[in-house]
């Protein structure tokens, strides 16, 4: 798993970049961070490093209104750019009321290569939020948002990413579209963010099995979930009630395929990668652990060695040896990264919840296709 490399210097943004929301009840506005995608198979934006901001809210989000628009939006860009496992990333903006974080508007990470030497991510984002202005549309960062390829989202880099956004902005969230979930009749959409107990390790770099030990860190409160409600418009309610009387009868009617083996074929085999990861991050801790208990042997034995050497010493009237440190004649092995096997483990986790729901409903609709079957053939003689 590969880290993400966060960029190599900070730019703040101008002044005319930033300016308070039009609502009196948002927090007052922080320095926007520019976000800076590397140029790796799945970017991960990254906002500059900017001071944290005080607390501005008695109490976290608890709810994320988010506009209809936005979620076509975020659909959009992945149907016009991504391909397969291929992972497309934006912006998202709004503003705070309350314990209520408002999304009102969002922009694509345009796709580049290496050879576009010419594009400049910093002057396209500052332009994008200078039009936004400009037209009097919210253009506060409030979070960003990425696809997933069948659920696989949990990684370092998110982590990373996400850490970077809450620690300039505190209220910040990533919404993960699953394209593929989606495909299967019901709209997969989530946000979440980082818990406190992470954040507080994030912040100290304790990533030892001690830190996150004291901590109580585990895969299962490492990321919270914040409830999503879609608000639309009265006229694009209406709108949307009348295309569904005219929607065709065919179109409703493949929501009961029960073609699913694709599917739950691969989401177990991307399962059976993550368990492949976790036995070796496991190999490599009891190795460890077996190298300590060596090592502790191993000082013992020289102690008693040199206890029983003085002992000598002393009773032929000769001085006790030098006292000598033994840190430095043993030094402990190093430990293996812990976050990464929490975060397979969570990405496990995340897998077995993604096939446990696809097959609940696969089985509904077994049960129900049977019914039919039993009804028809009642029904003819």
């Known amino acids: 798993m590969a880290d993400r490399k966060d960029s190599a210097s900070a730019i703040a943004a101008p002044e005319d970049a930033v300016s308070t929301p039009s609502s009196s009840s948002s927090p007052s506005p922080t320095p926007t961070p520019i976000l800076t995608p590397t140029p790796t198979p799945a970017p991960t934006p990254t906002p500059t490093s900017a001071p944290a901001p005080a607390n501005t809210l008695d109490s976290p989000v608890k709810q994320i209104q988010i506009e209809g628009l936005v979620v076509l939006k975020i659909i959009k860009h992945y149907q016009e750019e991504g391909q397969g496992n291929e992972v497309v990333q934006g912006v998202l903006l709004g503003l705070v009321v309350e314990d209520r974080l408002e999304i009102t508007n969002c922009f694509p990470f345009p796709q580049h290569t290496e050879d576009d030497a010419d594009f400049d991510e910093v002057q396209y984002q500052m332009e994008m939020m200078r039009s936004l202005r400009h037209v009097n549309i919210d253009h506060l960062h409030v979070g960003w948002y990425q696809s997933t390829y069948y659920g696989s989202f949990v990684s370092r880099a998110l982590l990373d990413s996400q850490f970077s956004y809450q620690h300039a902005i505190e209220e910040s969230v990533v919404l993960v579209y699953d394209p593929i979930k989606t495909a299967q009749g019901s709209l997969s959409l989530k946000a979440y963010r980082l818990t406190p ?5 994030c912040k100290e770099k304790d990533f030892t099995p ?14 919270e979930e914040v409830p999503i409600v879609i608000k639309n418009s009265h006229l694009i309610n209406v709108l949307m009630w009348e295309m569904e009387q005219k929607s065709a009868v065919s179109d409703k009617q493949e929501l009961l395929n029960l073609s ?3 599917h739950l074929e691969k989401s177990l085999q991307l399962l059976m990668d993550r368990v492949d990861d976790m036995s070796q991050d496991i190999v490599k801790y009891n190795t460890f652990s077996r190298n300590v208990s060596k090592q502790q042997q191993q000082k013992h034995q020289y102690l008693q060695r040199r206890q029983q050497e003085n002992t000598q010493r002393q009773t032929r009237g000769e001085p006790p040896l030098p006292e000598e440190d033994i840190s430095k004649m043993f030094k402990p092995p190093q430990p293996p990264p812990r ?4 975060l397979i483990a969570g990405q496990i986790n995340t897998y077995c919840q993604h096939i446990n729901e696809f097959t609940s409903q696969n089985l509904a609709k077994m049960f129900m296709a049977e019914a039919l079957q039993g009804h028809n053939v009642l029904k003819k003689s």
Do not use: H, V, W, Y
Not at 211 to 219: H, P, Q, V, Y
């Open 197 to 201: 107990k992470l954040m507080e390790i």
């Open 260 to 262: 699913s083996s694709n």
């Open 339 to 342: 976050m990464d096997t929490l």
């Open 210 to 223: 001690e830190g996150l030990k004291k901590a109580s860190i585990g895969f299962e409160n490492m990321f």
